[in-house]
């Protein structure tokens, strides 16, 4: 009896077999717009460097609803990004205490708190309130 | 014992008459407390004597049973039929080549598994009359959910990087090289970084994290991967900048 197994081919129908492969899709299509938005903050200080009337251009650029639209997606991916990256954080960073391990929810939980801290000191600093 | 009619669509290859794979239907009658298992032994034992799988304990320990039911890595003799509603379609575990119907080719775990080294290597080796290698509660547990794991592959079907990338060693593998480092009396993770260290170990993983979501003995490979990838990351800072603490 001779053998030939035969290799089934894997296709992009993968992304859509389970939920979960989709949220991990949108977990890493969300790069694309942190990217981009790394890529405007880099352009941001390149005209700041340039002076007054290069920096004016730039917040004029930000003004624009296209950049509004940007900027609402690039948040929402961020923040997805953000929350999924944060609640995976336990697996990544296991904490054990004696014979047990400390809960899932206090591992995300401390990023989460952190997060909120950092944010509000970005704002705080940026005159935001 | 409630009894109910039910239809099973299951891949068929047999390499010495077919070009490719084609589902088969099968209708039979089941009873309410039957596995996927039951009805494919079912049917080879009344129906059709050629079907071909692999099972042995029937009790979630051998980890032989490993399909896709409704495109979902289970294993089959913890599949329940009255979970499922119409037709239940069941194939040969994914990204492995079909060996004929539903057993599939598993060499490239096994050698893997290899690989890896999963097995103590001492710290310091005891001659036999010296006694047992002891261990505190807190060790154990800091390793034990890995050890459960029995090989079944359910991970390696789920995970879309293994599927794409058939060199990455993959989420088991990694999974019980992480259990024995992780081990008190293990002094191994050097032998073993080489394999689980490199671009085809830990870090051809994106943590999608399905490996995790359909181990059958709730195990968590994707857990010990980012672990490796963490110490694998202190190791380098250690080596290329700080090479005196590395003695």
Wanted: glycine fraction near 6%; charged fraction near 25%; charge should be neutral.
């Amino acid at each position: 009896m001779s053998r030939k197994p035969y290799v089934r081919p894997v296709t992009a129908e993968w992304i859509f077999r389970h939920p979960r492969y989709v949220r991990y899709m949108v977990r890493e299509f969300s790069c694309l717009f942190i990217g981009s938005w790394t890529l405007l903050m880099v352009w941001g200080l390149k005209q700041l460097a340039e002076g007054r009337a290069a920096w004016s251009v730039f917040l004029d650029v930000l003004k624009t609803p296209e950049s509004v639209v940007f900027h609402v997606l690039a948040l929402a991916f961020a923040a997805y990004h953000s929350v999924t990256w944060f609640r995976l954080a336990p697996k990544a960073l296991p904490v054990q205490r004696g014979e047990d391990f400390v809960a899932d929810g206090v591992i995300s939980g401390a990023h989460f708190a952190v997060w909120a801290v950092l944010s509000a000191a970005v704002l705080l600093l940026a005159g935001a309130f | 014992m409630s009894e109910r009619a039910i239809e099973l669509e299951v891949l068929r290859y047999n390499p010495e008459t077919d070009r490719e794979p084609a589902f088969q239907r099968y209708a039979i009658t089941c009873r309410e407390e039957w596995v996927v298992l039951d009805a494919l032994n079912h049917i080879k034992e009344n129906v059709d004597p050629t079907l071909s799988y692999r099972w042995s304990c029937h009790m979630a320990v051998c980890g032989s049973c490993g399909m896709m039911i409704n495109g979902e890595p289970k294993l089959a003799c913890k599949a329940f039929l009255r979970e499922y509603t119409g037709v239940i379609r069941v194939e040969p575990l994914r990204h492995f080549p079909v060996e004929r119907d539903l057993v599939t080719v598993i060499d490239d775990f096994m050698e893997k598994l290899k690989r890896v080294r999963p097995y103590l290597m001492p710290k310091d080796v005891k001659a036999l009359e010296a006694g047992e290698y002891r261990q505190t509660p807190a060790q154990l547990n800091r390793f034990k959910q890995y050890s459960m794991c029995i090989n079944c592959m359910l991970c390696y079907a789920a995970c879309p990087e293994y599927g794409l990338i058939p060199k990455y060693i993959g989420p088991a593998a990694i999974a019980l090289a992480h259990r024995w480092n992780q081990d008190s009396r293990d002094g191994g993770r050097a032998a073993r970084q080489p394999e689980i260290a490199a671009t085809e170990g830990a870090w051809e993983c994106s943590f999608v994290g399905a490996c995790s979501e359909v181990c059958p003995e709730h195990v968590d490979p994707a857990g010990a991967i980012q672990q490796v990838k963490i110490k694998s990351t202190v190791d380098w800072y250690q080596e290329h900048l700080m090479p005196w603490l590395k003695k």
